[in-house]
């Protein structure tokens, strides 16, 4: 009985503060991401990794609270009295504590020794793709970008999934001619071939 009553509170608690700190980190990932153009995809892939991080650091202050409030919640209703005039011995109560601590401290060396590096890892190439793309840094919205000699690209829109929209492009790169380019849409496609505007 006090072992369902300590994990749900834990639980309830590392959900609680896993998602308050998790906020506070996709606040600042999404400045990131929208500054760079990337899509909402990109954003959530981002803040998602860093969850094994917070939840190493949020778990054992769950744990903290839930055996707090659950052996409160047995005090305050008259629960603890009953189990010591049963003559039940202090180790019946110590017990659920335990076995959730013991949880606790495996999940912990999981996150911690394999789950938190695989998760920074992936996070870091992924920071340094949306920052190294070239492409996203410069192509600016209603600004009128020199790409290379002769070549003018301007751009109205920039969409949440990350196509382009209002695409100007002014190609006088021949001698004695100039081509233009308007397009509604279009988007930015980095593949194994290279980067191309489609």
């Known amino acids: 009985y006090s072992l369902k009553k300590i994990v749900r509170a834990s639980v ?14 996709a606040l ?5 991401v929208s500054a760079m153009g990337q899509a909402i995809v990109t954003f959530f892939q981002i803040t998602v990794l860093l969850l094994p991080a917070l939840v190493t650091i949020v778990a054992p202050v769950a744990l903290m ?3 707090i409030y659950s052996f409160t919640n047995l005090n305050d209703g008259s629960e603890l009295v009953v189990i ?4 039940a011995r202090q180790w ?4 659920p504590v335990l076995i959730v601590s013991i949880a606790t401290g495996l999940f912990m060396a999981t996150l911690t020794l394999y789950l938190t590096p695989l998760s920074m890892r992936l996070w870091r190439e992924i920071v340094t793709n ?3 793309s070239v492409i996203t840094s410069l192509l600016k919205e209603g600004e009128f970008t020199r790409l290379a000699a002769g070549l ?6 920039r ?10 492009l002014s190609d006088s790169r021949e001698r004695g001619e100039t081509v233009t380019y308007l397009a509604e849409r279009g988007a930015v496609l980095d593949n194994a071939l290279g980067v191309f505007l489609v």
């Open 12 to 25: 309830l608690s590392l959900v609680a503060l896993g998602t308050t700190v998790w906020l506070t980190q």
């Open 28 to 32: 600042r990932e999404f400045d990131l």
């Open 65 to 67: 609270i839930g055996v």
């Open 84 to 87: 010591n005039a049963s003559g």
């Open 92 to 95: 019946s109560l110590l017990k």
């Open 130 to 132: 949306v920052r190294g």
């Open 152 to 157: 003018t690209f301007e751009l109205k829109q």
């Open 159 to 168: 969409a949440p999934d990350g196509t382009l929209r209002g695409i100007f």
